[in-house]
């Protein structure tokens, strides 16, 4: 079954020149691997890179003779019961590969920048907004260079290329991501491979977030009590002890807190003779008891039984 063709490549407008041929296959099949095409269309010479996306293929050759000798034998042939559709997209269309210096592809939407140049593509972006409504939310990304938008006749939607400076592709992809223009909600993605610098910053960034949640754990799973109360209790209570006993939506008691030692108000069903004992057990200014895991230690601390089934004491 053939797939629907996502633009035609004679409306193609703007589409910025660059040093590769491309090619345009579509009538593809899903079970068609994308190491099919690599393998089959080198045989007409080198090319430069794939792209494939919702059942089209686009290939890039090194030379106009390579990419046109494509289309010849390719042309018509059929591969699972299905027909391919191979024509030269012209002009080419933009190469996927980092260059280096300034990029030109329009002379109202481009800034110098230093080092290489990375290519983000936004898809999705209704045919209302033009180059200098999208110029508008593209120019302040740290690292942009230029963009370009490619307008497809009779299509729902048209899609632009984002130039920004490689190492800045990652977080302006971020940003880009998601943006809503005129109630279309814009798709961002990096063409493979990504540079080395794009993905050694990513996995830095990895790394740090990791550091970061790493250091946080003690704070997630610990509380302390106020220095001032003189509980005789730890002052770093851990958050779960072996055989303490866990009650739901009792708030923890903050670090910061004073807590006062007024009767327990907690739901248990607590005999008269242990009443007075616990009338010591300490609870926030708010009326709160302390979590069930500081009335284990105090458990211990009295030797007063507590039943696991019930959760009341006996």
């Given amino acids: 079954m053939a797939s629907k063709r996502r633009f035609d490549p004679a409306s193609l407008e703007g589409v910025p020149k660059g040093e590769s041929f491309a090619i345009q296959i579509t ?7 994308t190491s099919w095409f690599e393998s089959t269309f080198s045989s007409y010479g080198p090319i430069s890179g794939v792209d494939r996306e919702e059942g089209t293929v686009c290939i890039y050759f090194n030379t106009r003779e390579a990419a046109e000798a494509a289309c010849r034998e390719m042309n018509g042939e059929t591969i699972d019961g299905s027909a391919l559709r191979v024509r030269l997209v012209s002009p080419p269309l933009p190469s996927h590969r ?9 002379a109202t939407s481009t800034v110098e920048v230093k080092g290489d140049v990375h290519s983000i593509k936004l898809t999705n972006i209704p045919p209302s907004i033009d180059e200098t409504s999208l110029l508008e939310n593209c120019h302040n990304l740290a690292g942009f260079s230029s ?7 009779g299509a729902s939607t048209n899609y632009a290329w984002v130039n920004i400076r490689s190492s800045d592709a990652i977080p302006a992809q971020r940003v880009l991501n998601g943006m809503v223009l005129d109630g279309h909600t814009v798709r961002a993605s990096q063409p493979k491979p990504y540079s080395q610098k794009c993905t050694e910053q ?3 960034e990895v790394e740090e977030e ?20 003189n509980t005789g209790l730890p002052t770093t209570v851990p958050a779960v002890q072996p055989g303490a006993i866990a009650m739901k939506n009792l708030p923890m008691l903050p670090s910061d807190s004073q807590s006062l030692f007024q009767p327990v108000r907690c ?3 607590l005999s008269s003779a242990h009443r007075s004992m616990l009338s010591t057990l300490p609870v926030t200014s708010s009326g ?10 105090y458990q211990q601390q009295y030797h007063v039984p507590l039943n696991a089934r019930n959760t009341r004491l006996k």
């Fill in 98 to 106: 980092c260059v280096s210096g300034t990029v030109t592809t329009s």
């Fill in 210 to 229: 990791a550091q970061i949640r790493s250091s946080d754990l003690p704070r997630r799973f610990s509380f302390k009590l106020s220095d001032n109360v």
């Fill in 27 to 33: 009538g593809l099949l899903h079970s068609v691997q």
């Fill in 288 to 297: 709160h008891p302390v979590p069930l895991n500081t009335l284990q230690v």
């Fill in 267 to 269: 739901g248990l069903d």
């Fill in 147 to 153: 963009l370009k938008l490619v307008k497809v006749k």
């Fill in 202 to 204: 990513y996995i830095n």
